[in-house]
């Protein structure tokens, strides 16, 4: 399924496909490198529910995120397919992004009912449609909603840190920052080895 991928496109505007044994591998690594940060995610948040203990409530939630990732993939496909017959059949690529967009809704809403992170049921609808063989055409028709939405994911997410928590001048905040600065090395250094 490899050579459905779509392709990587270069800042100089040349299309490399990932059919070549390199574009398998990043994009590989790109798909389960998003799988693992979302169960870290679904992991971490079983924390915030009091009453657990930290070992069962981290076997629980990965067992949870699991299960949900697998039966979302698996299930995904036939909606997928589905919302796309029914897109060609009504000749109109405005059905496409409803659909699909209630599709990413309901995974979000069944992934938090599940006690996960809800962008984990986003991610699911997102990776069954990145998976069709008409992947291009698909992008296309949701390139409108995704101007909308990133741009509005971010402001959102800026906004719902705590910059108290970044403060200074107490001792939590020197952590808090000591913390970041040591996150965003580790990223940074990571990422430029691996590179």
């Known amino acids: 399924h490899c050579h459905q991928r779509g ?4 800042r100089a ?18 798909i389960l490198d998003d799988i693992f940060g979302l169960l870290l995610l679904s992991v971490l948040s079983a924390f915030a529910r009091p009453g657990e203990s930290a070992g069962w409530a981290m076997a629980s939630a990965f067992g949870r995120a ?6 979302g993939l698996l299930l995904g496909r036939p909606v997928t397919r589905a919302i796309v017959r029914l897109t060609t059949w009504s000749g109109n690529d405005a059905t496409l992004v409803v659909l699909g967009f209630a599709n990413a809704l309901l995974l979000a809403f069944l992934a938090e009912a599940a006690g996960l992170a809800m962008i984990l049921g986003a991610y699911v609808a997102g990776l069954t449609f990145s998976q069709h063989p008409d992947r291009d055409r698909l992008e296309g ?3 409108a909603l995704i101007q909308l939405m990133t741009p509005l994911f971010f ?3 800026g906004a719902s840190i705590a910059l108290t ?8 905040g020197r952590e808090t920052l000591v913390l970041a600065a ?3 090395a580790a990223a940074v250094i990571g990422k ?4």
Request: aromatic share 6%; hydrophobic share 55%.
């Open 7 to 10: 392709h990587l496109h270069s």
């Open 13 to 30: 505007g040349r299309v490399r496909t990932t059919s070549s044994r390199e574009g398998t591998l990043i994009l590989g690594a790109a």
């Open 66 to 71: 699991l299960a949900f990732l697998g039966a």
């Open 141 to 143: 028709a949701f390139g």
């Open 155 to 157: 402001v959102l997410l």
């Open 165 to 172: 928590e970044f403060n200074p001048l107490t001792a939590p």
């Open 182 to 184: 040591l996150l965003l």
């Open 192 to 195: 430029v080895l691996c590179a």
